[in-house]
């Protein structure tokens, strides 16, 4: 009961963190020669240490918060955008982290980038009732691969120790 | 917890494929893409408007009824003005090429530079 209470404080804590990371790369400059619109995704962190270690419900609940949030500060396409991305990406994170025993941490962080990023082109492409956004791909998916490469670098170097430090948050 | 690593094999050919997608997409599109004859600008997927960019010589403003405002100059074409929140739609620029394309999702607006295969469709129009 207790570790009950304490997995979905944790998935607060997670949710927040989310929240503050998106907000935080809303304030990097953008640089001329990325696609516009591109974002580094640092708040996937959250995410995938949710989706490793917390499980799918507390995953799915932070892809949904971060939407929640984008719809609040940046309107409702950026939010169903969002939520579609986060939706997909965290769906095969978790399935990945779960069947798959080849892949690093590199390689799933990079395919849930990708994910995220194909998700909400097809949201774009199904709203403006038109292909033609489907140009943005190949920026996408290089600028998805290297965000990936970095989140998966970041979480693999950073889970020991959160892992250790929330030992009692999980169940017993 | 079973190890996982920190990069691996599978991982090498996850991003190989990618880089070589995408590399192989953008050379295409370097060596297909041409001057653009025409913009098409669509709104919730209906072609409302289409923009003459070979005989456009001074900059042409045409404000949409959703109150997007584009910007043909120089024979390119460009979002000048929407109220949509991120505003990726001005970013992206200035579009010349054939098949070069920019988009406010917000305002469900499209904006593609075309090619000959619209000329041909002007002349009959004449």
Known sequence: ?172 | MKERKWISKADGIVLGVLVLLAAGFLLWRAFTAQPGMNAVVTVDGEAVLQIDLQSAEGAQSYTLENGVRLIAENHTVRFAESDCPDGICLKTGALQKTGDSAACVPNRTVVTVTGDESRDVDVIAY
């Open chain 1, 1 to 172: 009961m207790k570790a009950k209470t304490y997995r979905i404080a944790l998935t607060g804590l997670l949710g927040a963190c989310a929240v503050a990371l998106s907000y935080l790369e809303s304030l990097l400059p953008t640089a001329a020669f990325l696609p516009p619109g591109a974002k580094p995704g640092f708040s996937n962190l959250a995410n995938m240490f949710a989706a490793s270690m917390l499980g799918p419900l507390p995953a799915f609940g932070i892809a949904v918060l971060k939407a929640g949030f984008a719809a609040l500060t940046r309107g409702g396409t950026a939010g169903l955008m969002s939520l579609c991305g986060g939706i997909f990406s965290t769906a095969v994170m978790l399935l990945l982290l779960k069947k798959d025993r080849r892949l690093g941490f590199v390689g799933i962080g990079v395919i849930s980038a990708v994910c995220h990023n194909l998700g909400q082109l097809c949201v774009a492409a199904a709203l403006v009732g038109n292909l033609s956004v489907l140009a943005y791909l190949p920026a996408l998916l290089l600028f998805g691969a290297a965000a990936g490469a970095l989140t998966g670098l970041v979480c693999r170097a950073v889970l020991p120790a959160l892992y250790r430090a929330t030992a009692s948050f999980r169940k017993k």
